[in-house]
């Protein structure tokens, strides 16, 4: 039997090692794979005092992604991008460090297509969030900046996808650069 024989953290410490207990069953199989017991056991805790922390399955699912999209914009706001191409090559070198966070997304994102997982509107407003911040960051001359930033948007999700894949062939950073120079030859910085 597993013994829960652990100190007490404070709160914030303890939720901070729920999210990352999570982000690392959920990338391994899945939101519908994720067992409330298996996080609990891998914290030291019961299921009641999980459930505590974050009140049910679906709100630490939810943890686990804000965590992770703050944690990001930090990052990236860190590197102070100014252009578009910045931004998207510093988001792109970031998920490069965290094939992890990655997976875990790419999961997530695909059963979130089903209007009954409890993460699809959190991924629509997502998406939404995405195009719209890209598009602000748009030159002016490119035309129309919403599809441009929902084909970057596609373009990052697709390299990503394929990077995880075939980790061992395949470079993120250079191939996203790569595309990148093409994809801003007729974009004017």
Known sequence: MYRRDRARLPAAERRR???EVTTRLI???GFWGLSM???????????????????SKDGLLLAVLDHRDAEDMRSVAEQAPGTLRETCSALVRRNAAQPEIVRLFAVLEAESLTPDHPAHTYFSERQQRTVEQLSELAPGGSGDAGALAR???????GLQ????RYPETIDLVSEWEFA?????VEVAE
């Open 27 to 29: 990338a391994e199989r």
């Open 17 to 19: 090692q729920i999210v």
């Open 161 to 164: 996808l394929q990077w995880l």
């Open 37 to 55: 017991q298996d996080v609990a056991d891998g914290c030291g805790l019961t299921v009641p005092g999980l459930l505590h922390h974050v009140g």
């Open 151 to 157: 084909q970057i948007v596609a373009l990052m999700d």
């Open 180 to 184: 990148s120079a093409r994809l801003f």
